[in-house]
């Protein structure tokens, strides 16, 4: 009997033995493992703090060109650009004014042919008009005008020609997908496939046509005899609602419809190209930040709840609220990069959010901003 208590007493102690071994090495596996773990910083917790609360698809890159820090959310996810893919052509185009390729100072004529709808104020006015080149980059800038993009755009050598400059310039993940006018020809496409041969010129006619857009006096005489029943249809309530719905469903959800295929991050590398003027001269570069500090969209975004200068390019379409560019916080450059797709609830509250994001993160690095002292009502 002593014997058997003896073996049992020295069966106990060798489990517990074992049983200690396996814990403590699980416990420096634990450990190892959590030390192997990256830690987030403060600013990339503020931030998908931030973006958990939009009721979009999102991603957002961050650098402060001062310190050096940097915080990124999916920021190497490829997102649909809408116009924010116009910055680009900006780039592209001050670049070839350096080499003496393109001048500033030519006229280019507008005629029919070279109208676009959708944002910007250049199709409202008469036909002849002859803005400067440097007009066009403006109006393709703080209102992102798609009349200027699209003569912009043939003058950088059009879309194979923008993208092979864009890889060849070290970004792989910023490309243009295609021209304004032909994501919108497939739309129209949906409702008669004979739509998806379109010119330029008639596509546009079209929109303006389904739009109910005085503009559309201007095309009329492309839409006589069998051609008419073509305005007919765009106007069927029905195919009204299949436009509608391509147009906020589709420039997210399929890669053909999209106008360019950016990710934050890469973006933001072009932002601070453009403030550190490492891709075209100073001159270029200081006339770039310019025109995107004159923006003209996007005050509910990025600027909303801000007291600094915002130099900014936004992307928009019914379900998209992309807003890019530098925030001169007072310690120091902040590049910026939001992209917002597939927005699900009201698009003015998402903007409100990317505000009070973007005021989040002015308020990381400078801290919180002083209450406005008012003086007493008298």
């Not at 190209?273 to 996007?298: D, H, K, P, V, Y």
């Not at 409100?352 to 002015?362: E, K, L, N």
Request: proline share 3%; glycine share 8%.
């Amino acid at each position: 009997m002593l014997i058997h208590h003896v073996a049992n007493a020295r069966h106990a102690i060798l489990r517990r033995t074992i049983a200690g071994v396996a814990l403590g090495a699980l416990s420096a596996f634990a450990c190892a493992s959590a030390a192997a773990q990256p830690t987030q910083s403060g600013l990339t917790r503020l931030l998908e703090s931030e973006l958990a609360r939009m009721p979009a698809r999102t991603g957002v890159y961050v650098k402060h060109l001062t310190t050096g820090e940097e915080a990124a959310v999916r920021a190497d996810e490829a997102f649909s650009s809408a116009s924010v893919i116009k910055l680009t052509i900006l780039v592209r185009a001050f670049q070839l004014v350096d080499e003496g390729k393109i001048k500033l100072a030519d006229r280019v004529e507008i005629r029919r042919a070279d109208l676009r709808d959708g944002s910007g104020v250049l199709q409202y006015h008469d036909l002849g008009q002859t803005p400067t080149i440097k007009d066009l980059l403006t109006e393709m800038v703080i209102t992102s005008d798609n009349v200027a993009t699209d003569l912009m755009l043939t003058r950088v050598g059009g879309v194979d020609s923008l993208n092979t400059w864009l890889k060849r310039s070290g970004f792989s993940h910023l490309s243009m997908v295609a021209r304004g006018h032909v994501y919108r020809r497939k739309i129209l496409a949906l409702v008669n496939p004979a739509f998806d041969t379109l010119t330029a010129e008639e596509t546009t006619g079209l929109q303006y046509a389904q739009q109910g857009d005085a503009l559309f006096a201007l095309y009329a005489s492309l839409f006589t005899g069998a051609r008419a029943a073509w305005v007919n249809m765009v106007l069927e309530p029905a195919n009204k609602k299949i436009l509608a719905d391509g147009r906020s469903r589709l420039p997210v959800q399929d890669h053909a419809y999209w106008l360019g295929d950016m990710n934050p991050r890469e973006t933001g590398r072009l932002l601070e190209a453009i403030e550190r003027g490492t891709m075209t001269s100073a001159s270029s570069a200081a006339m770039m930040r310019t025109m995107l500090r004159r923006q003209q969209a996007g005050a509910r975004r990025m600027p909303h709840f801000l007291d600094v200068p915002v130099a900014h390019k936004t992307g928009d379409s019914p379900v998209i609220a992309n807003d890019v560019g530098m925030i001169y916080a007072r310690s120091g450059t902040i590049i910026v990069a939001f992209f917002v797709n597939a927005v699900t609830g009201s698009l003015g509250e998402t903007e409100d959010m990317i505000g009070r994001a973007a005021q989040r993160v002015v308020d990381y690095f400078d801290g919180p901003a002083a209450p406005v002292r008012r003086s007493p009502a008298r």
